[in-house]
């Protein structure tokens, strides 16, 4: 036995020789090239796990003149937060399978300077296509380098009228759906915490509560107080704190997101006020602290890892050609109920 092949990595020429086919034949099939028909694709694939083969992306980018790098780009600002984590999941899931390396890139959302900061990234990086999210994905400045450049990207998020690329939920019929509940439930006094004011979901979901609110006949001058946040718990921690000093306490709050809902239950459980009896809480996304908090949190669930994954499957398409110059999935959202929302005192 010759010692030196010992674990000796597989070769394309071994997957070659192993399937009954050429070279140019399993680089078409490693490359996602079209045109290949199933049998052989088949065979090779078989031939390709038989042999444990894995490409060497530095060859095979240079062959095919592509990097098979795929960026995901988001705010420095929500690095942590749990929607960033299940986008990475989604993303990272789809590309392993078809055979992309990913790329997590924080970059501080400025809306003067990201676009800047983005060209940078492109030209250090070159990857062939990105995943964005939102509030960068909702930056005209963005959608402007990226279209110029030539860089394939799909957002996860409406991202505005030059989007042509993206997965979404529908936040103002969602938001509209929540607060139809709770109006429902006679709720008529309410204050929103609203997000990111760059960020076109929060703002969808502020016009859905609007807009539920006048279907209902409330003015809204006398039934809602707007407190401004910055998606995060901290900032729903300050948001109410503000609204406890106005006075006029409201029956409901809508946060605009989970987080913001959390430090807005932290803070009425300082305050001695009852939630939900005193005041009802909901939330948006379901992240995993709707379920940690307590009472566990009334929210509109958005399957962000489905949705991160179907973004990463829509690129990749792309990339290989085969998908439509405008291509726009909107994905089913779901009003979950749970502990911290109840019908008002006195009903």
Not at 36 to 58: G, H
Not at 104 to 116: F, G, L, R
Not at 248 to 267: K, Y
Request: aromatic share 4%; glycine share 6%.
């Amino acid at each position: 036995m010759n010692r030196n092949n010992i674990n000796k990595p597989a070769t394309i020429t071994d997957v070659a020789r192993h399937a009954g086919v050429s070279i140019k034949t399993v680089s078409r099939v490693v490359n996602k090239e079209p045109n290949v028909s199933q049998a052989t694709l088949d065979k090779v694939q078989t031939a390709i796990e038989s042999l444990n083969y894995r490409p060497n992306m530095s060859a095979r980018g240079l062959a095919a003149q592509r990097s098979f790098l795929i960026t995901i780009l988001y705010d420095t600002y929500l690095a942590h937060s749990s929607y960033t984590s299940n986008v990475q999941l989604g993303v990272l899931k789809h590309c392993n399978q078809a055979g992309y390396e990913v790329l997590i890139h924080p970059i501080e959302y400025d809306k003067a300077t990201v676009s800047k900061r983005l060209e940078q990234h492109l030209k250090r990086t070159r990857p062939d296509g990105l995943i964005i999210t939102p509030p960068v994905a909702d930056a005209q400045n963005v959608h402007q380098v990226l279209n110029e450049l030539g860089t394939p990207y799909v957002c996860l998020s409406p991202g505005g009228p030059q989007a042509d690329n993206f997965v979404s939920i529908d936040d103002e019929k969602a938001a509209q759906d929540l607060c139809e509940y709770l109006l429902a439930l006679g709720h008529s006094q309410f204050a929103v915490i609203v997000g990111h004011p760059d960020h076109i979901a929060m703002s969808a979901r502020e016009k859905g509560i609007k807009k539920a609110m006048r279907a209902a006949g409330l003015p809204l001058g006398k039934h809602l107080q707007k407190i401004q946040g910055k998606n995060t718990f901290h900032s729903g921690v300050e948001a109410t704190e503000k609204l406890l000093t106005q006075g006029n306490l409201p029956t409901a709050i809508i946060a605009c997101n989970d987080e913001m809902a959390a430090g807005a239950i932290h803070v009425l459980h300082q305050h001695n006020i009852d939630v939900p009896s005193d005041v009802s809480v909901c939330g948006f996304d379901d992240a995993p602290i709707a379920e940690h908090t307590w009472p566990q949190l009334t929210t509109i669930r958005q399957p962000v890892h489905q949705m991160a994954f179907h973004a990463a499957e829509l690129l990749v398409e792309k990339l290989a050609g085969n998908a439509s110059p405008k291509s726009r999935i909107e994905f089913s959202s779901e009003l979950i109920i749970r502990a911290s929302s109840c019908a008002p005192k006195g009903l």
